[in-house]
Every structure is written in C-alpha cells, then in structure tokens.
C-alpha cells in the first residue's frame, strides 16, 4: 500500500514538475510571439483588404460654372462652396477644379463629392484668419476646441476626397500665420502675441483636463491658434490621393476620429512650426502609401488625443499602414505621441525610404506621465534608412515641451519590431530608449538589420526583453543583452 502510495505521489509529482516546466517556458516565450510570427504581417494585410477607395457618381461639376475666376485676385470661396452643395444635392459627384490659380477661404466638403485637382490647378488659401470664419469643432496639439475652420474640413461626412495633381497651397509663411508659435525663427517678434500667452494654448489645455463642455472652448480671433490643412471630422470612408501640399499654417493631413482612410500619392513640402505631414488621430484603418514627406516636423505622427481630453474621449487610434513612402526632412520619419493618452495599436510600416541630414530620427515613439495611455504594436520592415541624426528607434517615456510634463499616468510601451532594415548612417545611436523602472519599455526585436555606421549602438534605460537577431552595427553581429 506504501509502495502504492509512494508510486502515485512520485507520479504526481513529477507530471507537475512537468506542467511547471511547460507553462514557464510558455511565458518566457510568449511576450515576443508577435514579433516573430507572420500572423503580424498577414493582419496588415487583412487590414488593407478592408480598406476601398470611396466612389463617386460619373457627373462633374466645374467650378467655373459656379462663378470661380481662375485670375490668382478674385476670391472663389462662395463658388467651390456652391459648386459642392450642387454636387451633393445631385447625389455626388467630382466637383472639377480646371487649371489656373483660385484664391479661397476655407472649403467644406459634403457627402459624396469629391474635390478634383486638374494638373496646373492650384488652389491658394487666403491669409486672413477671418476667411476662416464661422469657428468649427476641431482640435489643436490633442485638445478639442471651436476654432478656425481648417483650410480644408468635413465634419461627419461620409464619401469624401480631395484628388487630383494640382496644388494646394496655404501660403503660410513667416508673415502670416507661422509667427503665431512665438519662435524668432518663424517671425515672431518679442512682445507681439502668440500662442503659449495665458489666455491662449495654456487655457486650452486647462480645459482640457478640467473637462470643460466643447461649445464653451471657444477660440478663434485673439487666441494665435492656427488651422490644421485637410481635416476629416468624424468621417467614413475618405481619400486623398496625388495632390500636392504646400505651406500649411500648422498640421497638414489631420484625420480625426475618422475611419476607412487612404492617403496615396501625395507630397507634401512645407517646413513650418508643427507642420506635420499626416496626423491620423483617434482615427482606424488608415493606409498612407506612395508619399513623399518634407516637413518642418514630423513626417506622420500618429496620435490619440493630450492628457485629460485624450482620457476623455478614450478612442484608441488603431490600425495604421505605412507602405512605400518617402521621408526627408523632418523630426521623425513615423512617430507615435506625443499625444497619445486614448492609445495607439497596431502600426505597420514596410517599404519606405527615409534619407536627409535633417531628418532627426527614423522611428520614434514619445509620450509621458501627463500623457499615460499604451502604444502597443509597432511593426516595421523593409526600410532603407540613408541618413539621419540623432537614432534609427527614439523611444522616450520621459519627453517633455512646453511646461513640466510629469504627472500620475504612467505610461506602458511594447512589442516593437524592426526587421529587414538597412542604414547607412544611424547618427547618435542604433536604440535610444528611456523607460520607467515600475513600466520598463517591452519586447523590442531587431531582425536582420545592418547599420554600417553609428556613433553607439545603444542607450538603454528600463528596457526589457531586448533581441536582437542577425543584427550587425558598425560591423559587428550584436548579441541580445541577458
């Protein structure tokens, strides 16, 4: 009966030790299962499929016929808004902008149009902040408010593109609008006003954390906040497609809590404060592809709202490809935050290139303990990377602008993967990535990635579960860190 006993218990014992030794190599192997499964590619893909171009009616309304005078003098703001109005009254259409220059105040697109560019149109947007009048719901820097119209604004439309290969042209310059950030750089002149004064961008953000009721964030006249370029305002199903972008007075491409987006084709050239190439935000399934980014900021930085307002509106941005685009100056090639508290998930970027002196980094994600959320998800392959300066991946849990930018919200960063990735020059540094101790920055991978020549290849604080597989910096073939 002993022997029986003892025959059992050793049974036992050993198919626990057994079950033990299964599930802790499961969990050891587990937080990099995504970064190293094709199921992370075939999800892109998936989320691709799913994204179709919107369509339009066969009938074309030219703005011509609508009043426009093409003369580069006469302002043509009441005849793009009939020309619209006409098309989407008649079930939509393509309202045709012909060759020519057409000056403009703020154009709003309805449902079911699309605003169409001829090769030599380019549409110049007025300077006079009262032609972007009355104020609309929008955004500035992840904070909801009633501010000037962007230059060009859907608000809840379904249907809508902006296509063509004309221009667009926001004739922001140091002269007009740009002066507003307060910088000397951009024209600012000590004592004039601009937007960090008390009753300004600082109020904004106060009513942000307060919560305080959208209508009574009113802006406008007096305040120095300036219109985003292209905004699509809660939208479905939109595109913008071979245009080119010039001039903007702040962020360019700015989709908002929008969804089924496809930016193709376009290029966008402006060096302005916060001049943003594209800025999905609060936003899913967006497909920017076949760009060429050259900004005064970053090229795509993906954000999910500021502080207490993100926490507020808690849409997670999510769903984000990159593909054969184009990157030269700017602050980062794809960058997360700094607004991100909603979180960000699910980015994809493959088959870029990113090539300039001033061009500060390649992948970046930024946030802070004022900002909290999650970016989880970063997945990256194919990229030819010729130069930049400061790192190849800047993840920063610690950045700050503006005022003191430490608070309560932690914020939790994982699962980042490079693969297939070749730089000529990496500048500072292959990683550069500070995390917290109490929420160390997770699982970043790096396969087969060569970087001829870096000044250090890492500087790492509070990061876990670094791999670096087939990778070689300055030459050496790199091993994971214990």
Not at 58 to 70: E, H, L, P, Q, Y
Request: glycine residues 8%; hydrophobic residues 35%; aromatic residues 10%.
């Amino acid at each position: 009966m002993l022997n029986q006993y003892f025959s059992i218990k050793t049974l036992k014992v050993n198919f626990s030790i057994l079950l033990f030794l299964f599930f802790y190599i499961s969990c050891k192997q587990e937080p990099n299962k995504a970064l190293t499964s094709n199921s992370v590619w075939d999800k892109m893909d998936t989320i691709v499929a799913s994204v179709k171009e919107p369509t339009f009616n066969d009938k074309v309304f030219n703005i011509i016929d609508f009043g426009a005078i093409a003369d580069g003098e006469t302002y043509n703001t009441e005849a793009f808004a009939k020309a619209i109005q006409n098309c989407t009254n008649s079930g939509g259409g393509t309202v045709f902008v012909p060759k020519g220059k057409y000056i403009t105040g703020a154009i709003h697109l309805e449902n079911n149009v699309n605003l169409h560019l001829e090769e030599g149109a380019e549409i110049l947007f007025s300077t006079n902040p009262k032609d972007y009048y009355p104020l609309v719901a929008t955004s500035y820097e992840g904070v909801e408010l009633m501010n000037y119209s962007p230059l060009i604004y859907a608000n809840n439309k379904t249907n809508v593109a902006v296509t063509g290969k004309g221009v667009l042209n926001g004739q922001a310059s140091n002269e007009n609008w740009w002066a507003w950030c307060g910088k000397e750089v951009y024209g600012w002149e000590k004592g004039s006003p601009m937007q960090r004064d008390s009753l300004n961008l600082p109020r904004l953000m106060k009513m942000g954390d307060d919560g305080v009721p959208l209508k009574d964030r009113v802006f406008g006249d007096n305040h120095f906040l300036r219109p985003n370029f292209i905004e699509f305002y809660e939208c479905k199903n939109v595109m913008l497609k071979g245009v080119k972008i010039i001039n903007a007075p702040f962020w360019i491409i700015h989709p908002f809590k929008s969804n089924n987006v496809i930016v193709d084709g376009v290029t966008v050239e402006s060096h302005g404060p916060n001049n943003d190439g594209c800025d999905p935000e609060y936003s899913k399934n967006v497909i920017i592809k076949n760009c060429t980014f050259n900004t005064g900021d970053d090229c795509i930085a993906i954000k999910a709202g500021r502080d207490g307002d993100g926490r507020r509106v808690a849409i997670k941005t999510e769903n984000i490809v990159v593909q054969n685009c184009k990157m030269i100056d700017g602050h980062g090639g794809v960058v997360i935050g700094s607004e991100m508290s909603a979180g960000v998930s699910n980015v994809f970027v493959e088959n870029c290139t990113m090539d300039s002196p001033e061009l500060d980094r390649a992948i970046r994600i930024k946030t802070n303990s004022r900002r909290g959320g999650t970016v989880d998800g970063v997945y990256v392959r194919n990229i030819e990377i010729g130069q930049v300066k400061e790192a190849v991946l800047k993840v920063n849990m610690h950045y700050a602008t503006y005022t003191n930018q430490t608070g309560e919200f932690i914020p939790k960063i994982r699962n980042i993967l490079l693969e297939n990735v070749k730089v000529k020059n990496g500048g500072s540094f292959g990683i550069l990535a500070n995390g917290y101790e109490e929420s160390p920055i997770e699982n970043i991978t790096f396969r087969n990635v060569k970087i001829d020549k870096v000044d250090e290849a890492f500087s790492l604080k509070h990061v876990k579960n670094l791999k670096l597989i087939d990778t070689y910096i300055n030459g050496s073939l790199m091993q994971s860190p214990d």
